[in-house]
């Protein structure tokens, strides 16, 4: 059973009872993320969800937050994405009030001392300095700049160098007090709880005084009208590429069609270019493809890994397979595969309380609505070989694509001639 409830401040409650369950996860999802940012504070949300547990008014340094958890034999956990910030921790059922006081402790009570903000700008510093040494990971920064530039989405989520050494203690406090508001929170909660009870305990840790709501972020630029290319040039054997196709916002009406389709384009190693770029032909050791979403734009994203050499061999194979998918439908067999891997996938990833606490709360936090498996699995039950041959139709065409590279190459015209025919 799934109840929730809004609190008099405007935090949401969403529960999952799970009537065997002796572990109980609870996420708190604030709705801020990288999109909500200006450029002077590229960063911020990261390194605010960093500084939190440094140290609180009641436990003075990040061990003392984390030693409360694992000494009890659970974890905790925190992450930013564009749209939305989540904290987490997963602890024994006899200990949900301590996991629930603890988070409410690192949001409400930080210290955030001159030296907690000095150590973790220092941490993520390292942090971008990895990512520029990890060319299978910057090359997705590198397309979201191509296909977002001079916009929020269009940044890295740890931010800049120069940025973040200019964020002070004020400017996070500033941040806290505008976005870290119960009407900008949901709190999900999956364990074999009693929903009155872990709604009265919620109350009691974050029953603060309700606040103005924060300012919304800024809306996506949509003005491709031709396809485009960047290229960081660099000394290596290997490209590591992105293909990425603007896509559908997270609540349109052809998303169930859209993720059956990117399964059978490149959603494991049964998929059509898994088949033609790995098995067949070697050229490639890893080929995958995902739809990411946001609120209101969203994109298809082709990422692989090949020899330099065999670079635009490897393009020419992937746009011969956008045309294969405009053409013809796509068989009934491989529509049927594709329902039951995601039927599948979906059904395992809520095997996991802290994974089912966080596909609660983030739907109810993005689209204001608790989601219930059984409506998921109908919808996708319902995409036809028509609907995703007509969104193919309507998604794969030149002025849509846009393709990020990181490689020993110096021009990017050849690359816009492949893409655009």
């Known amino acids: ?80 994405s564009e749209e939305y910030t989540s904290y987490v921790t997963l602890v024994p059922l006899a200990y949900f009030s301590l996991g ?8 409400q009570n930080p210290l955030l001392r001159p030296r907690d903000l000095r150590i973790e700008r220092s941490v993520i510093l390292e942090e971008l300095a990895k990512l520029e040494d990890t060319p299978e990971e910057l090359v997705y920064e590198l397309l979201s700049t191509l296909m977002w530039p001079d916009h929020p989405l269009g940044w890295s989520i740890l931010g800049k160098a120069e940025t973040l050494q200019s964020i002070t203690r004020r400017d996070v406090l500033r941040y806290l007090a505008t976005y870290y508001i119960p009407a900008n929170t949901v709190i999900s909660i999956v364990g074999n709880l009693d929903p009155s009870q872990a709604v009265d305990a919620v109350q009691r840790w974050f029953g603060e005084e309700a606040s103005p709501p924060p300012p919304s972020f800024l809306p996506a630029p949509e003005k491709q009208t031709a396809p485009a290319v ?147 699995l109908e919808r996708i039950e319902q995409v036809s070989r028509e609907d995703i041959l007509r969104l193919a139709r309507t998604l794969f065409l030149p002025e849509r694509l846009n393709l990020a590279l990181i490689g020993p190459h110096t021009e990017t015209e050849a690359f816009l001639r492949l893409l655009d025919c």
């Open 230 to 376: 960047l290229l960081r040039s660099q000394q290596s054997k290997e490209t590591h590429l992105c293909l990425g196709i603007r896509a559908l916002p997270r609540s349109h009406n052809d998303l169930p069609a859209l993720l059956l389709l990117n399964i059978i384009l490149a959603g494991g190693m049964s998929s059509r270019l898994f088949q033609k770029l790995r098995d067949r032909s070697g050229l490639a050791y890893y080929i995958h493809s995902e739809v990411i979403t946001f609120a209101d734009t969203g994109m298809v994203v082709i990422a692989t890994g090949v020899n330099a050499a065999n670079v635009e061999k490897v393009i020419r194979l992937i746009l011969e397979e956008l045309r294969h998918l405009k053409r013809r439908r796509v068989t009934e067999r491989e529509l049927l595969d594709a329902r039951e891997h995601f039927k599948g996938s979906l059904i395992l990833s809520l095997e996991d309380s802290a994974s089912y606490g966080e596909w609660l709360g983030e739907t109810l936090l993005l689209e204001g609505k608790v989601p219930q498996v059984t409506e998921v």
């Open 100 to 107: 629930l006081e603890v988070l409410a402790d690192m949001l």
């Open 1 to 80: 059973m799934i109840t929730c409830e809004r609190l008099r401040n405007g935090l949401q409650v969403v529960l999952k009872q799970v009537p065997w369950s002796q572990a109980v996860a609870i996420n708190v999802l604030l709705r801020v993320g990288s999109r909500y940012e200006s450029p002077a504070h590229q960063g911020i949300s990261h390194f605010t969800e960093h500084l939190l547990f440094k140290g609180t008014t009641h436990r003075p340094t990040a061990f003392h937050i984390v030693n409360a958890i694992e000494r009890v034999g659970g974890d905790i956990n925190a992450f930013t």
